[in-house]
C-alpha cells in the first residue's frame, strides 16, 4: 500500500508512515472522524438560554432553551440547515428574555437613584441648637 499523505510505499501492516509520521488506515490507529459530517459544529446557545431563563425572563427563556436544546438533537441527525435554524432561533430568544430582564432591572436602578437622591435631600441634617442667645 501506499501512504495517502506523501505517497510513499509502505507495508500493508505499519501502523503509520515510516517516511511521514502520517497514521495509516490500521484497526489500532486512532481513526479520524467521518468526511461526512458537517465541517463545522453549530452552536447551540444552551448556556444563554439557560443563564437567561434564570436572570432575565422565564417564559422567554425557556423558548430559548426548546430551541437550544434541538440544535444538538438536528446535528446528531444530520440535519445541518435545521440545527443552524434551531440555533439562531435560541440566540433570538435568548436575547429577548435579555431585554425582558435588563429593562425592569434598568428602570429598578433609576428609581433606586431617584429614591436615594430624594431620601439624601429630605433627610438634612437638623440645624445645631442655637448656643446661648436667649441671655
Ligand atoms: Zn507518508
Given at each position: 500500500m501506499f501512504?495517502?499523505?506523501?505517497?510513499q510505499e509502505v507495508s500493508g501492516d505499519a501502523d503509520k508512515c515510516y517516511s511521514c509520521g502520517e497514521p495509516l488506515n490500521?484497526?489500532?490507529?486512532?481513526?479520524?472522524?467521518?468526511?461526512?459530517a458537517p465541517a463545522e459544529p453549530v452552536q447551540n446557545n444552551l448556556v444563554w438560554a439557560i443563564l437567561t431563563t434564570i436572570f432575565c425572563?422565564?417564559?422567554?427563556?425557556?423558548?430559548?432553551?426548546?430551541?437550544?436544546?434541538?440544535?444538538?438533537?438536528?446535528?446528531?441527525?444530520?440535519?445541518?440547515a435545521g440545527a443552524l435554524e434551531a440555533s439562531k432561533k435560541a440566540k433570538t430568544w435568548?436575547?429577548?428574555a435579555f431585554l425582558c430582564g435588563l429593562i425592569?432591572?434598568?428602570l429598578y436602578a433609576i428609581l433606586m437613584i431617584i429614591g436615594l437622591v430624594a431620601g439624601a435631600i429630605a433627610e438634612q441634617p437638623p440645624a445645631p441648637p442655637a448656643p446661648f442667645n436667649n441671655f
Amino acid at each position: 500500500m501506499f501512504c495517502p499523505k506523501c505517497g510513499q510505499e509502505v507495508s500493508g501492516d505499519a501502523d503509520k508512515c515510516y517516511s511521514c509520521g502520517e497514521p495509516l488506515n490500521n484497526p489500532q490507529a486512532p481513526r479520524q472522524p467521518d468526511a461526512g459530517a458537517p465541517a463545522e459544529p453549530v452552536q447551540n446557545n444552551l448556556v444563554w438560554a439557560i443563564l437567561t431563563t434564570i436572570f432575565c425572563c422565564l417564559p422567554f427563556g425557556i423558548v430559548a432553551i426548546v430551541y437550544a436544546a434541538q440544535v444538538d438533537g438536528k446535528t446528531a441527525s444530520g440535519d445541518h440547515a435545521g440545527a443552524l435554524e434551531a440555533s439562531k432561533k435560541a440566540k433570538t430568544w435568548s436575547f429577548v428574555a435579555f431585554l425582558c430582564g435588563l429593562i425592569p432591572m434598568v428602570l429598578y436602578a433609576i428609581l433606586m437613584i431617584i429614591g436615594l437622591v430624594a431620601g439624601a435631600i429630605a433627610e438634612q441634617p437638623p440645624a445645631p441648637p442655637a448656643p446661648f442667645n436667649n441671655f
